[in-house]
């Protein structure tokens, strides 16, 4: 006559020596450094200060945007990137902070205009550069860029 159950077995599951060694190295760690003391991450690095750059873009000829129905406009031929949403950048030696352009519109005077906001530029860097959605990058100092708000034309 067949045992009901089959025979218990000595082996290990793979998953529970797994287990053991993972709670076994996490003893370990947690007696190593239980001697030293922590200091909070925020005392130990100073907060970086930033500051927001505002400004407006201009295409100042009618041969470099296009009007549209409401009182918008958007650049064309060489200009064509410069649109609502396009992209405004502004970098640093070792960041960047982005915006975009919002609010198109076609002026009375013949230009067409785009207003950006740029927040979470970094303090204290020696140069800036701003990059406009295909326009040439453009080099600034801190002071430039927070005396008053920022005016581009690309004609």
């Known amino acids: 006559m ?6 218990p077995t000595t082996r290990r599951s793979g998953w529970m020596w797994v ?7 996490l003893a370990v760690s947690m007696f ?4 030293r003391s922590h200091a909070p ?5 100073p907060p970086t200060e930033t500051f927001v750059v505002s400004g ?7 041969a470099s945007f296009a009007r549209d129905d409401h ?3 958007a650049g064309t031929g060489d200009h064509t990137d410069i649109k609502d949403g396009a992209p405004v950048i502004i970098t640093t030696g070792g960041s960047f902070a982005g915006g975009k352009l919002t609010d198109a519109r076609a002026l009375t005077d013949g230009t067409c205009r785009f207003w950006f906001s740029v927040r979470g530029v970094p303090t204290r860097q020696d140069a ?7 326009l040439d990058a453009r080099q600034y100092n801190e002071h430039d860029l927070k005396s008053a708000l920022l005016a581009l034309r690309a004609d």
């Not at 067949?2 to 025979?7: C, F, V, W």
């Not at 190593?32 to 001697?35: E, F, T, Y």
């Not at 800036?128 to 295909?134: G, I, T």
């Open 19 to 25: 287990g053991a060694a993972a709670g076994l190295a």
């Open 71 to 73: 009182g918008g406009c």
């Open 128 to 134: 800036y550069l701003l990059m406009v959605a295909d």
């Open 41 to 45: 991450a925020a005392t130990s690095r």
């Open 56 to 62: 407006a873009v201009l295409l100042g000829d009618g």
């Open 2 to 7: 067949q045992p009901l159950q089959p025979a």
């Open 32 to 35: 190593v450094n239980s001697g």
